[in-house]
């Protein structure tokens, strides 16, 4: 008889969460499902959990012979350290005899599924090594997100009125250990931060209670581009449960694509895009170039959000003078005068 038909795996839960109440399986034969890691005896699920700082969760496998001889275990291997520990002996089990294999799941600050693994190797020859699984999925106390990702971060310098981004915090919890009361946190920032109502109860896995809050945060323009940054705290019972990085980009009200155009005489032509970053329709009302062989089309000249201007360069290029400039003029209030650097190559 195998090693994988010879031992049998007893689960019994020592601490942890979830499964405290649980009475421990019965005796399942190793051999039930060719010995696999998915085999109920050799695995244990915590289900969710919160990954709040503290001790780990904690598991015994109880490995028996039932076999008319002896087994002798060589070597317990913790396949996956990063995620926990393992308590066990290596040693000759009698037939009848027992020994525990007591594992501890580190989950704190974890967010997702996290899973650990043994390998108990054994001495019968040609036995495959039993796999003993504990899997968690993990949530932390607080989260928080932005509503709409896609949403972008620029703000174009002029803008009287900030932005407002839309976020989300989540809290997670237990009957034993509720969630962060939403209701009564608050927000701390260097930026304008307001909540946006009060929490509501989301849906949630068995075990779990999970609330959320939404709020707004206010980015402000300012009179030059520049990146600006600002943190988001968020307070509970006098101290910070979680916190958001908050950054932004105070951009020119006129985005110009490419911002360096690079050309050799005679390439032909060229398409330079205009984009007004604040919505704001406005016009090209003329474009110079401090050099010959150019050719410029304007294109439509009435109000818009963006502009296309078609450009030509001929042979009457001078490499002599490889750095030009091209200048356009449009009638934005904020930015009447846009200037695109040149490269001629050779």
């Known amino acids: 008889m195998s090693t994988s038909q ?16 649980r009475s421990a399986p019965a ?32 598991h015994v496998f109880r490995l028996t012979n039932r076999t008319g001889g002896d087994v002798a275990i060589t070597n317990w291997i913790n396949a996956r350290p990063c995620c926990g520990e393992v308590e066990a002996r290596a040693g000759r089990l009698k037939p009848g005899e027992s020994t525990e294999v007591a594992v501890a799941v580190r989950v704190a600050g974890q967010f997702g599924d996290v899973s650990h693994e043994v390998v108990v190797e054994t001495d019968r020859p040609g036995s495959p090594p039993l796999r003993l699984r ?19 971060h620029e703000i174009a310098v002029g ?5 407002r981004l839309s976020f989300r915090a989540i809290a997670y919890g237990t009957d034993a250990e509720p969630p962060i009361d939403l209701d009564r946190a608050a927000l701390e920032s260097g930026a304008e931060v307001r909540w946006a109502g009060p929490k509501r109860v989301e849906p949630h896995e068995r075990g779990l209670r999970v609330e959320s809050r939404s709020f707004t945060a206010a980015i402000a323009a300012g009179d030059h ?17 979680g916190s958001q990085s908050l950054r932004w980009e ?4 006129i985005g110009v694509v490419p911002q360096l155009i690079a050309r050799t005489p005679g390439m ?8 007004a970053r604040d ?5 090209v009302v003329g474009v110079e170039f401090d050099g010959p062989g150019v050719r410029v089309e304007e294109g439509d000249r009435s109000a818009s959000v963006g502009h296309s201007i078609r450009i030509a360069f001929g042979a009457g290029l001078d490499p002599a003078r490889p750095r030009l400039v091209m200048r356009v003029a449009t009638d934005h209030p904020d930015q009447p005068r846009l200037e695109i650097p040149i490269l001629i190559l050779n």
């Open 6 to 21: 010879s031992l049998v795996v007893v689960a019994a839960l020592i601490s942890g969460c979830g499964d405290s109440g």
């Open 134 to 152: 504990s899997v968690a999925r993990a949530y932390p106390p607080l989260r928080i997100e932005e509503s709409d990702p896609t949403e972008g």
């Open 279 to 283: 919505r704001r329709p406005f016009r």
């Open 159 to 163: 803008r009287a009125e900030p932005r």
């Open 250 to 253: 105070i951009v020119a009200p």
């Open 27 to 58: 005796i399942v034969p190793l051999g039930k499902g060719g010995g696999l890691i998915d085999d109920p005896a050799m695995s244990h699920d915590f289900g969710a959990v919160v990954a709040r700082p503290g001790p780990p969760l904690r």
């Open 225 to 241: 581009p520049e990146v600006r940054a600002e943190s988001i705290a968020l307070r509970s019972d006098g101290v910070v449960a």
């Open 268 to 275: 032909g032509e060229f398409r330079l895009r205009l984009q």
